[in-house]
């Protein structure tokens, strides 16, 4: 990890040198091994190490410049403060970016990184876990798609008042996608994964088990009349969509009439008072953790829906200021100051009268994933139109769907939740039980 408080002495020194008195800079460092394997074979191999520094710099006319660089030897970041410090001359005059008034502000605790295993452990354990799947069942063919990787993540800021942060934090991954090849039978995959601090604390065999109990479920399928059903996202599904349609918390987008939200939709009803949602990067069972943000305002849990009501927007500290606001730790940093989401929390708000269960459901259809949705959004007008996986349940029985699309309007859809079941399942976009919503449009095939 970079020593932040001697890269803050040094960049110091070297900005009173060029007269610079307004500054500051964002970086991040990551070492990443990942492997794949083809029926028992190591296939790729790959070991990368990136980074990235981003310098603003204000001149006496409190204009901004930024620029980028790989360096952050003394040589390095006394060329990238000159140049952004050139190009501030040229920068926009309204809406300035600033510092953040929370940069200094204290964080919250992090677990320390974990060390790394050797590469010929991750293909060891990725072959052995692609042994057992394809002897699960004599259908699945293959693995065609799968991952083992280990990161370790450095990130850093510091700016010129005196701010100065870093945190390391490590996490590994494992990702197994399946094929199957039956005679008279189109091809049926499926796919499960999983994260975790360390190889040691990854579930690899729950994410064996969950692979093969999918692909073995999709093995008999039928169509599917269209029509209007009752459906159940998945958490992975769930969590797609919600961020699919971001925007509606996100206070630039708002600012820049990119969202379905405006300044004025606070505190109105958009959603069914079953649901609450909160974006919650400290959450403990985030394992790939940031206690702070691109501009160094501290990460937080920031209630965003709230038994149906939208309760609050994720913010910059540029946003924050133009909206009366406090930022809350969501930005990033780039030519332009960016918002977004880390992790969400989605959980049962109001208490419903009616309990729901798959093993008792009757015509309801189980959505597994979603695909497409870089073409099937249309964030700004808040529909959506999206092929998937998933069931059919009749009478409790699950029967996989050969092929159909959802459809629906975001906002609507929000408000036609009728149910959130109480186990949550860890994805990497959050955390989020199942979610039912009434009333969808399925399209066969």
Same mark, same amino acid.
């Given at each position: 990890m970079i020593e932040i408080n001697q890269l803050?002495?040094?960049?110091?020194?070297?900005?009173?040198?060029l007269g610079i008195k307004k500054f500051d800079i964002y970086g991040s460092a990551v070492d990443e091994n990942s492997v794949q394997v083809d029926n028992g074979e190591p296939k790729q191999v790959k070991a990368s190490q990136r980074s990235g520094v981003t310098v603003r710099v204000w001149n006496e006319q409190n204009t901004m410049g930024i620029t980028s660089t790989t360096d952050v030897n003394p040589l390095g970041l006394e060329l990238a403060l000159k140049t952004a410090y050139e190009a501030s001359f040229f920068g926009v005059t309204e809406h300035v970016p600033d510092f953040s008034p929370e940069a200094t502000v204290p964080l919250a605790k992090q677990d320390a990184k974990m060390p790394q295993v050797q590469v010929s452990t991750l293909i060891e354990t990725l072959i052995k876990a692609e042994k057992?799947?394809?002897?699960?069942?004599?259908?699945?063919?293959?693995?065609?798609?799968?991952?083992?990787?280990q990161r370790d993540i450095d990130r850093f800021y510091l700016n010129s008042d005196g701010a100065a942060r870093a945190e390391g934090a490590s996490y590994t991954s494992l990702y197994l996608y399946t094929k199957t090849e039956q005679p008279d039978k189109k091809p049926r995959s499926a796919g499960a994964y999983r994260i975790g601090s360390h190889l040691d604390k990854l579930d690899i065999s729950g994410c064996i088990k969950e692979a093969a109990e999918k692909t073995i479920s999709h093995l008999n399928y039928?169509?599917?009349?269209?029509?209007?059903?009752?459906?159940v996202f998945s958490a992975e599904a769930f969590l797609s969509l919600l961020g699919a349609f971001s925007n509606i918390f996100n206070a630039q987008n708002i600012l820049d009439k990119q969202s379905l939200s405006t300044p004025e939709s606070l505190g109105q009803q958009i959603a069914s008072p079953f649901l609450s949602v909160c974006d919650d990067p400290l959450h403990p069972n985030n394992?790939?953790?940031?206690?702070?943000?691109?501009?160094g305002t501290p990460t937080r849990r920031v209630p965003l829906i709230t038994e149906g009501i939208l309760s609050n927007f994720i913010h910059s500290a540029g946003t924050a200021k133009r909206m009366n606001a406090q930022p809350t730790g969501h930005a990033n940093i780039g030519a332009k100051v960016t918002v977004s989401p880390h992790f969400y929390h989605v959980f049962r708000g109001a208490t419903p009268e009616t309990e729901y269960s798959?093993?008792?459901? #009757?015509?309801?259809?189980?959505?597994?994933?979603?695909?497409? @949705?870089? %073409?099937?959004?249309?964030?700004?007008? *808040?529909?959506?139109?999206?092929?998937f996986d998933g069931w059919l349940?009749?009478?409790?029985?699950?029967?996989?769907?050969?092929s159909a699309t959802v459809a629906g #309007?975001?906002?609507?859809?929000?408000?036609?939740?009728?149910? @959130?079941? %109480?186990?949550?399942?860890?994805?990497? *976009?959050?955390i989020s039980p199942r979610v039912w919503v009434e009333n969808l449009s399925i399209t066969g095939e």
């Open positions: 803050a002495s040094q960049t110091q020194e070297t900005a009173k040198r057992e799947l394809l002897a699960a069942h004599e259908a699945i063919a293959s693995v065609p798609y799968n991952g083992l990787a039928e169509k599917i009349p269209s029509g209007k059903y009752t459906v394992v790939a953790f940031t206690t702070f943000d691109g501009e798959l093993e008792t459901a #009757d015509n309801v259809v189980l959505i597994d994933d979603l695909q497409a @949705l870089h %073409a099937g959004v249309q964030a700004l007008q *808040g529909s959506f139109s999206l092929p349940i009749k009478g409790g029985e699950k029967i996989s769907i050969e #309007d975001f906002l609507e859809f929000l408000k036609s939740i009728v149910f @959130l079941e %109480a186990e949550a399942e860890l994805t990497p *976009g959050g």
